[in-house]
């Protein structure tokens, strides 16, 4: 999920938003109330089967318990749904819009927040933010550096693993530096989604993290900084990686999914996941074999939360915030944290769960490619959205391919 530097720009010329009736989520038998019938238009990747099976599996109860209809529009940008709220604004469609919820974050949530594109705050009073971790995940209450204030309720946890196939590399590069050298050794054995994709930008910004003396500087945006002396170390390590890619970066895989089906295949060795427990969900199903397993890179990984967020204009604003809530659910956390369903991380303090909802995640056998929390070692900060937008920029302009 990914910004557009244009759309951004765009955005800035909008006017702020009118004031609306809105269903109160501190009233929330009304909102249930006003919600039964409704029909939420979710936008969503819709770029794995895995996903879109939970999705359907979400709508589905949320429908049978709460009379609520969700329909998957699926994305393959988000900044695509973003645009067409803008749209929107732009003709003064300021009711009736025909998003309904976004999964979002990063810069399209920051590019939103700023201006006045997302209905809230209301994420907090949902009867299951109770539940949710804000003590022990920062994440969930600041998008990438910047502060959800309300306006988004996140539903997963992530964390950057490289995951490998132990049968063709029994010791995967411990860092960037060594995966350099190893990709020098045996050409053609890594690769990574072509950026834009959201995988892609982040192996760039994970590569930047270990290279850089004071990594706190991308907290801030890039027009604060010596952008182009940050960033130097990074340029030159993928000037020499590129010509040792998969197919010598002339061609790259354009999703995650993609990406997974070459390690299937046997044409890479080594590759990049935002999901802890993607390996052993792949194992489960069939896609990848049980010789795959995961690590991390020395010094930690960048980790981040998923949110959804109601656009300003939404017309079923009380429906989603009913279905965002059962996101929320130790039922719906569970079930994506179970690596047969999702492998995603929860937002969750189990400890504040009661013992039968606790125990659903007790239950959960996480697979032999899963790592434990502590193995996963020390989380590192999204940089702010900003470094994305401009990273990206710079890549496609250096060694972008054609789709």
Same mark, same amino acid.
């Not at 950057?160 to 590399?169: I, S």
């Not at 189990?350 to 020390?378: M, V, W, Y």
């Not at 999204?382 to 990206?392: D, G, L, N, V």
């Given at each position: 999920?990914?910004? &557009?530097?244009r759309?951004?720009?765009?955005? /800035?010329?909008?006017? /702020? ?35 879109? $099976? ?5 709508? $589905? ?25 803008? /749209? ?28 006045? =594109?997302?209905?809230?705050?209301w ?20 998008? *990438?550096?910047?502060?959800?204030e ?17 049968a ?10 060594? !995966? ?22 982040? *192996? ?7 290279? &850089? ?27 020499? !990686? ?61 980790g981040?939360?998923?949110?959804v ?14 279905? /965002? ?23 969750l ?16 056998? =996480? ?6 929390p ?11 959205? #900003?470094?994305?937008?401009? &990273?990206?920029?710079?890549? #496609?302009a ?6």
């Amino acid at each position: 999920m990914r910004a &557009i530097p244009r759309l951004i720009a765009t955005l /800035a010329l909008c006017s /702020a938003t009118p004031a609306v009736a809105n269903p109160d989520p501190a009233d929330w038998p009304a909102v249930l109330d006003e919600a039964r019938g409704q029909t939420v238009y979710w936008n969503a990747w819709g770029g794995a089967s895995a996903t879109n $099976d939970f999705i359907r599996w979400a709508g $589905d109860v949320v429908k049978d318990r709460y009379g609520v209809n969700v329909v998957h529009v699926k994305l393959a940008d988000t900044g695509d749904a973003v645009s067409r709220v803008l /749209a929107e604004k732009t003709a003064g469609k300021d009711t009736g819009g025909a998003i309904d919820l976004i999964w979002i974050n990063g810069a399209n949530f920051a590019a939103m927040k700023k201006n006045g =594109l997302l209905f809230g705050p209301w994420a907090e009073d949902l009867p299951n933010w109770t539940y949710v971790d804000v003590e022990g995940k920062p994440a969930v209450t600041a998008d *990438f550096t910047v502060p959800t204030e309300g306006l988004e309720a996140p539903w997963a946890m992530a964390q950057v693993v490289f995951y490998y196939d132990t049968a063709r590399l029994p010791e995967p590069p411990p860092s960037m530096s060594a !995966l350099l050298d190893w990709a020098a050794r045996d050409p053609g054995r890594f690769t990574f989604p072509q950026p834009p994709d959201f995988l892609g930008a982040t *192996f760039m910004k994970q590569a930047l993290y270990g290279m &850089i003396a004071d990594p706190t500087v991308l907290q801030s945006p890039v027009d604060e900084v010596d952008y182009d002396a940050v960033t130097a170390p990074l340029w030159a390590f993928m000037d020499a !990686l590129t010509p040792h890619l998969w197919r010598q970066g002339r061609a790259y895989p354009q999703t995650g999914p993609r990406q997974l089906q070459l390690m299937a295949d046997g044409e890479i060795d080594l590759a990049i996941s935002f999901s802890p427990g993607e390996a052993s969900a792949a194992i489960a199903n069939g896609q990848l074999p049980d010789t795959v397993r995961s690590y991390v890179m020395e010094g930690g990984t960048i980790g981040n939360a998923s949110f959804v967020a109601i656009p300003y204009n939404a017309t079923a604003k009380a429906g989603a915030m009913v279905l /965002a809530d059962f996101l929320l659910s130790p039922e719906a956390q569970a079930r994506a944290q179970d690596p047969v369903v999702l492998g995603y991380g929860t937002v969750l303090a189990l400890d504040s769960l009661p013992p039968e909802d606790r125990a659903r995640f007790d239950a959960l056998e =996480l697979g032999i490619a899963t790592l434990s929390p502590e193995a996963l070692g020390p989380t590192l900060p999204e940089p702010h959205p #900003s470094w994305m937008t401009r &990273i990206e920029a710079d890549w #496609s302009a250096r060694y972008g391919v054609a789709d």
